[in-house]
Each structure stands twice: as C-alpha cells, then as structure tokens.
C-alpha cells in the first residue's frame, strides 16, 4: 500500500483492491492504531485514531480533499505534503 504522506507519527496510505474501492477512503496508521476516513466526508470509517491524531489527519485531509479524490480517481499515487 503505497504511503501519500507522513507527518507527527502518523502515516496515510491508500490503495486499490475490488473490494477497496468505495467509498473513496485513505488509510492513517499511528502507532498501533489503524483508521479507515471516507474522503468525501472525513468522517472514520473504520478503526480508531487517538483524539489529537484523528484530528491532525482530518486537519491534513481538509487541505489535501482535491488531491486525495485526483489520486483515488486516477490511480496515480503522489506524495502529498505533511501537515506543519
């Protein structure tokens, strides 16, 4: 699963399998905690980030929509920017 971006610990990936593939979502590993977000909405899909790292990812991914929906539309994985 190729990695998009990295920032604080936390890293974001996304791929493609049949049964990946909606709704569009991107993957944050931090730690021992893994979530699934729907990138339309932001909102966890699965799994469970800690308070403070589930809300990084969501500020990162408010900044990043356009682009995570480009790389999930088109299949051509980029390295987004890390959050600052």
Known sequence: MPVISRFYG???KM???GSEHNPPHFHA???EYIAEFNIKTL???E???P???RNLVIEWAEKN???LMKIWET???VELKPLE
């Open 10 to 12: 936390i890293v974001i």
């Open 15 to 17: 791929f493609f399998i």
């Open 29 to 31: 590993i931090y730690g």
């Open 43 to 45: 909102d966890v899909i």
């Open 47 to 49: 799994g469970d980030l």
């Open 51 to 53: 308070t403070k790292a």
């Open 65 to 67: 929509q356009k682009e």
């Open 75 to 77: 299949q051509e994985f």
